[in-house]
């Protein structure tokens, strides 16, 4: 139990981590939360989440009012979204 409350406080805080982190702090992340990621002419195509994020990310409602920044950009990148470059 306590690793999955573990992994859903880090799921709170990613994208202050990836922000804040350094390349090998990024790279952990990656490695932590994805398990694939699947790219279609240099764009994210699919990505396969690692346990518990996939769960996580499946009970995830979310506010709705901004998902992904606002229509002049977003505050940070989003790593699962199809149209994120590598």
Same mark, same amino acid.
């Given at each position: ?11 709170? =805080? *990613?994208?202050?981590? %990836? ?6 702090? /990024? ?20 990505? =396969? *989440?690692?346990?518990? %994020? ?6 995830? /409602? ?25």
């Amino acid at each position: 139990m306590a690793d999955f409350e573990i992994a859903q406080q880090l799921a709170a =805080e *990613l994208d202050f981590l %990836f922000e804040k982190g350094t390349f090998d702090e /990024k790279r952990l992340l990656c490695e932590t939360v994805f398990k694939r990621i699947y790219l279609k002419e240099g764009k994210i195509s699919t990505v =396969e *989440l690692n346990a518990p %994020f996939g769960l996580i990310m499946a009970r995830t /409602k979310g506010s709705g009012a901004v998902p992904n920044g606002t229509p002049h950009g977003t505050r940070t990148c989003n790593p699962l979204s199809k149209n994120w470059r590598l």
